[in-house]
């Protein structure tokens, strides 16, 4: 079955400091890979996608993700974090499971808290 | 533009008692509609998913049944609720033009088992 692995379930940082969330996948073929954002008190909204093409995607807010297929990963950056990153991150993957079906699996979130 | 809304936004109810959780997408047609539970570190769960009217996909066994007796409505049911049932439930939608397996999610209904 296929499966997502954050492997971190709460970092804390200061602001100003570099930021990588990891994520690693299961499955070897084709995936579309995605990271949401649950800002406190607010809804699911993404943050960046990777579909194919260039493996570096730029998100919003200054966030970006780097896909290596070698290594099944697909990690969160940010240079440097500010107060208002603070939130609750989550990696997903959608495969195709069958003719028009997919699946799609979240990991089970890594929740940031950025210290002013 | 596409919105969805979920209500009620929150909920308590006493065990035993029925459940009716409503999601409604606007602005577009033939989602693809999704119910997930989230729970503190354990992520998001999928309940169900709809691909159509009538047609409903569970993914884990439970005390809960989902419906969708419109192309844009999505309702998540049980007729006797558990302490267990107690979380954050999230409905999401998926259009199928130009997929791009992007979901969007409504704000959710955070239900109260006591």
């Known amino acids: 079955a296929q499966s997502v692995s954050q492997h971190n379930h709460h970092v804390i940082l200061s602001e100003a400091a570099s930021l990588e969330l990891g994520c690693n996948y299961s499955?070897?073929?084709?995936?579309?890979l995605f990271w949401y954002v649950q800002y406190p008190g607010q809804h699911l909204q993404l943050l960046l996608k990777y579909f194919s093409g260039d493996p570096l995607v730029k998100g919003i807010k200054g966030f970006e993700a780097e896909f290596i297929k070698s290594k099944f990963s697909f990690n969160l950056r940010k240079p440097s974090v500010q107060w208002s990153d603070t939130a609750e991150y989550f990696c997903a993957v959608i495969r195709r499971s069958g003719a028009g079906s997919y699946q799609l699996t979240f990991g089970k979130g890594t929740k940031l808290s950025v210290i002013p | 533009s596409q919105t969805i809304h979920q209500w009620p936004a929150t909920l308590v109810q006493p065990v035993g008692s029925p459940l009716s959780l409503e999601c409604t997408v606007e602005g577009t047609s033939n989602p693809n509609l999704y119910w997930y539970r989230q729970a503190a570190g354990r992520g998001l769960q999928l309940l169900f998913y709809s691909v159509g009217i009538g047609q409903i996909s569970s993914e884990v066994p439970q005390n809960l049944s989902a419906s969708r007796p419109q192309d844009r409505q999505f309702i998540l049911s049980s007729k006797k609720l558990l302490l267990s049932d107690s979380g954050f439930y999230l409905c999401?939608?998926?259009?199928?033009?130009?997929?791009?397996?992007?979901?969007?999610f409504g704000e959710g209904s955070r239900l109260t088992v006591l």
């Open positions: 499955y070897g073929g084709t995936v579309n």
């Open positions: 999401a939608w998926r259009g199928l033009a130009g997929y791009t397996g992007e979901l969007f």
